[in-house]
Each structure stands twice: as structure tokens, then as C-alpha cells.
């Protein structure tokens, strides 16, 4: 394998890979010579992405999609097949997250992200298995929440949804085991998703700088393209041993107590 | 943009046990990718047989004899390759006891030798390195166990006692070190010691797992990770969730 080409010539779908996370994703994986196909809402960003994928190869594509409805998904899973055949690498990048504690949850917002969490993996992965299958071969990467394995206060139901795509991935990765196909999930820490950037926006920089501090082992906030080098390594020859497996990309957060006054007292930051 | 096919360019490596087919495979990914690797093995043969094929990759890598059995022999190991390096930024803990008698089988000497190498082995390697590197702010730690601890096997309890102790340290040296840019990551191995290949797995596998196994300690190793840290990492091919066989 040629480690600065680790994708070549892999047919690549990214799902809700317009911007942040998918965004970097793609174009990593685009330079190791990948042929990245993205599917996302987001009209304008996909275009924009589209346009310097295409610098990396012509073949790339944009399929505008909503992964939250069951048509929209099968359109885009069967113009994906139609144009390329089974895909030799899957990345999802799907998450919505409202939080909110369990006595003030509404119905619908669960709802919502029950269907854009777990409905909308379990569509793609129904289209997309059977021909991965006959290729004998590829390599499935979703990104989770590090709430699916941990829990935390006010993301009960965000959680719950996490923690069911966790489940499912690792069962799909058994599923499919034997067939050569790896599944794997990235699970995310709290700086690198959604609520990340909450944090930031409505605290003074030095507060959530002290926040990063307080709640990881590696005090700052993470980076996407950190995360965008860990799909590579899922996606690429050199995880092939792996599947089934959580990758925690989340600075250390999940091995700590959130609550980490004693980092203080014991004086290492002395 | 990141040169990946020189992932560890200029890098100092320490590798324990360079001994087996996996460290084996994980001195030469180490120097393949740009690194200068001081490894330890129990025979010379085999030593300067690695060496033959990586020195074109990394003329000033060398090997010490090293049992890890030994106590002193661990402390020397560690002063010299000291000596020699500026700074090590990158240290595999590859330890390789494997005693396979039952409970009962078993004797205190058993005990003594499974804890002094893979566990005492640890603990004095990191004292040896984890300083300078936390003094440098620079350094990631890769501890290799293994998956028998989440999944044990009959008559081999001592494998899982003397590697089940590995997760605990790691966490914590990867709690201390983490504002000091150490990393400390474990590795659950499903390929035993000195085996070459995995352990029966549901995964169909193409390809060298010993390879695999040290592209994983490469990613560990490489700032591809810089993100990742206090953790463990299963690789035994799905073998870990396999309810039906």
C-alpha cells in the first residue's frame, strides 16, 4: 500500500459530507486518490465541495438529499449505484442533536433525530449492503457521539439515538464480517460536534477554553481534520484487521470524570 | 499537508520486543516510515536479520539483547537506548509472557515471571521515558495487551491476569500526561504472543495481520492520532462481539 495514496481509486460516498467533519473527510480522502461522491441538504455547500473534489478527480459527484426522507435516500442510494456500483468505503456523517433534560424532551424533536440518527443509517445501510456484499469487500465508517457509550446529563434522548446506531453498526459489522466488509464507528467528543461549537459561540473564549480543560485529558478543542486522519485509517488497508470497534476521537473525555476538579487539586496544573 | 508516507520522519522509537513476527513487523513499519528505532530482542540471530532489512530505511537503528524477565536488564536496556537517543518520542510496550497452565497447573514462579514481563516491564519503561517526554511536551506511548482480557481462554489465566492491568495504567498515564501532549493508548491484541496471525475471527481477512496489527501501531504512533488518548483499542477482527460462531 502507498501510504500517500491510501484511497486509490476507491469509490468513496460520504453521506451529510458538504461541511465540517464530511467536508474534511472528503478532501482528505479525495488527495489519496479516492473518487468521493457526497450526499448532502445543503445545496450550496455540496457545490462548493463538488467544485474542489473536482480538482482531485472528475468523476466526483454531489447528490442533493434530505437523509431524513425514505425516497430521497433510495434516490440518491440508487443513482449512486447506477454511476459507480457498490461503494468501496461508506462514511456517514449524519448526527442532530437537541438537547434537553428528559422532563422538558418534546416528542417531535425526538422524533426528529430518531429519523435522522438511526432511521436514516439503517435505509442507507438496507440499499447499500447487498452490493457491497457480492463485491466481497469495503469498508463502513459511522460517526457517533461518545454519548452512545457514555451518556451525560441533558442528552437523554440524543444518547438513546446515538446509542442505538452504535448497537446497530457493531451488528451490522457482524452481519457482514464474513463477507470482507469492516464497520466501524468514530465515536466523537462533545468539542467536535454540534454542541462544540454551542460552547464556543455563547462562552467568552477563556471559559470554554477552561471547559476543554476542565473535561479532557488532552486540554483543548479538538480539530476536524484529527478526526478526518482516524476515517482514513478506518477506511484505508491499514485498519484491516479492525472491525466492530469505537474509535473515541474525544481528547480523552470518556476516560475521565466529567467533573475533574481533582485535575486541580492534585496540582498538576500547579 | 502531512507527509504520510513518512509518518514518523525524524522520530526517536523504542520498541521493547522486536523479537516476535508482530514487533517484528512493528520495527520495520516504525523505520519504514522515517523513524530510528532502538528495539530489544532475546536472540542476536534475529536482531541482526531485522536489521539487515530495515538499515537502508534507518542506518542508526539498533537492537539490545533484552529478556524481559529482567529486571536490570530492563533498567540497562533503557539507560543505553538513552544515551543514544536525544529525545524518544514514540515508546511500544510489546511484552510477550505466556504461560498456558490452569489454576491449579500453576505455581508462584509462573506468577512471579507473567507480572515481571508484561507488567513490571511496563511500569519501568514508563518511568524510563515518560519524563523526558512530558518534559518535552511531546510523546505518544502504546501499551500492547491483550483481548483475552475482554475474552479469556481456558487455561490461560495468567495471560489475562498479568495484561488486564495494562487498560488501568494506561488511562492513568494518559490522564497525567495529557496536558503535557503525551499520548498513552492501549492495544487489545488478538494476535497471541509470538503467533503471526489472529486468533479465529468472524472478519475475512486479506493481507499480513502482523502487517495490520503494526499499521495500527503506526497510527497510534503518528500525529494522525494527536487527538486520541486513554484509550483501548480491540483488534481481533469482530472476534470480541461474536455471540454466534
Redesign the interface.
Known amino acids: 500500500m502507498r501510504y500517500d495514496k491510501m484511497l486509490q481509486d476507491k469509490h468513496i460516498l460520504i453521506t451529510a459530507g458538504a461541511s465540517q467533519i464530511g467536508k474534511a473527510c472528503a478532501l482528505l480522502f479525495a488527495s489519496h486518490g479516492g473518487i468521493v461522491a457526497i450526499a448532502d441538504k445543503d445545496k450550496g455547500a455540496g457545490k462548493d465541495l463538488l467544485h474542489q473534489l473536482k480538482e482531485y478527480h472528475e468523476d466526483s459527484r454531489f447528490y442533493h438529499t434530505d437523509l431524513g426522507c425514505s425516497d430521497s435516500v433510495k434516490d440518491t442510494c440508487d443513482r449512486y449505484l447506477s454511476d459507480f456500483g457498490a461503494p468501496d468505503v461508506w462514511l456517514n456523517c449524519e448526527g442532530l442533536c437537541h438537547p434537553a433534560f428528559i422532563d422538558e424532551q418534546e416528542e417531535a424533536p425526538l422524533r426528529e433525530m430518531i429519523n435522522l440518527n438511526t432511521l436514516s443509517t439503517f435505509r442507507i445501510m438496507k440499499y447499500l449492503a447487498g452490493p457491497m456484499k457480492e463485491k466481497q469487500g469495503g469498508a463502513i465508517i459511522q460517526m457517533i457521539s461518545d454519548y452512545a457509550v457514555t451518556g451525560a446529563n441533558g442528552v437523554a434522548a440524543y444518547g438513546a439515538t446515538m446509542g442505538g446506531l452504535f448497537a446497530m453498526t457493531n451488528s451490522f459489522a457482524m452481519d457482514y464480517a464474513p463477507y470482507g466488509i469492516r464497520v466501524n464507528s468514530i465515536l466523537l467528543g462533545i468539542s467536535l460536534s454540534a454542541m462544540g461549537d454551542i460552547i464556543a459561540a455563547e462562552t467568552e473564549d477563556e471559559e470554554a477554553e477552561e471547559f476543554w480543560v476542565r473535561t479532557q485529558m488532552i486540554p483543548r478543542r479538538g480539530k476536524v481534520e484529527e478526526v478526518a486522519d482516524t476515517a482514513l485509517f478506518l477506511a484505508s488497508d491499514m485498519g484491516s484487521l479492525i472491525t466492530a470497534e469505537g474509535f473515541f476521537v474525544n481528547g480523552g473525555q470518556n476516560s475521565i470524570a466529567h467533573n475533574q476538579h481533582y485535575r486541580w487539586n492534585w496540582g498538576a496544573k500547579a | ?5 513518512k ?1 514518523l520522519e525524524g522520530k526517536y522509537a523504542v520498541v521493547t520486543n522486536g523479537g516476535d513476527p508482530c514487533g517484528c513487523a512493528i520495527v520495520k513499519k516504525l523505520a519504514m ?1 522515517g523513524a530510528t528505532v532502538a528495539f530489544g530482542v532475546r536472540d542476536p540471530e534475529i536482531g541482526e536479520k531485522i536489521l539487515g532489512e530495515i538499515s537502508d530505511l534507518s542506518p542508526e537503528s539498533f537492537y539490545l539483547m533484552l529478556s524481559l524477565a529482567d529486571s536490570e536488564g530492563i533498567e540497562e536496556f533503557c539507560r543505553k537506548v538513552k544515551e543514544c537517543f536525544p529525545l524518544t518520542t514514540v515508546l511500544v510496550n510489546n511484552p510477550y509472557g505466556d504461560i498456558k497452565r490452569t489454576i491449579i497447573e500453576s505455581c508462584e514462579e509462573d506468577d512471579r515471571y507473567l507480572l515481571q514481563v508484561n507488567q513490571r516491564s511496563v511500569m519501568q519503561t514508563l518511568r524510563a521515558f515518560y519524563g523526558p517526554m512530558r518534559d518535552n511536551r511531546c510523546g505518544s506511548i502504546i501499551n500492547i495487551s491483550s483481548n483475552t482480557v475482554f475474552k479469556p481462554v481456558l487455561g490461560n489465566p495468567f495471560l489475562t491476569l498479568s495484561m488486564g492491568t495494562i487498560g488501568g495504567l494506561t ?1 492513568v498515564t ?6 503535557f ?1 503525551v ?1 498513552v493508548n492501549e492495544i487489545l491484541s ?1 494476535i497471541q504472543p509470538g503467533h503471526s496471525e ?1 486468533s479465529p ?7 499480513s ?1 502482523v ?3 503494526a ?2 501501531v ?2 497510534l504512533a503518528s ?9 483501548s ?6 472476534a ?4 454466534f460462531a
Open positions: 499537508m502531512r507527509n504520510y508516507a509518518l516510515h488511562r494518559a490522564f497525567e500526561g495529557g496536558e501532549y499520548r488478538g489472529l475471527c468472524p472478519l475475512k481477512i486479506e493481507g495481520h502487517e495490520g496489527m499499521d495500527l503506526l497510527f500525529d494522525m492520532s494527536s487527538y486520541i488518548t486513554g484509550q483499542f480491540t483488534v481481533d477482527g469482530g470480541r462481539r461474536q455471540l
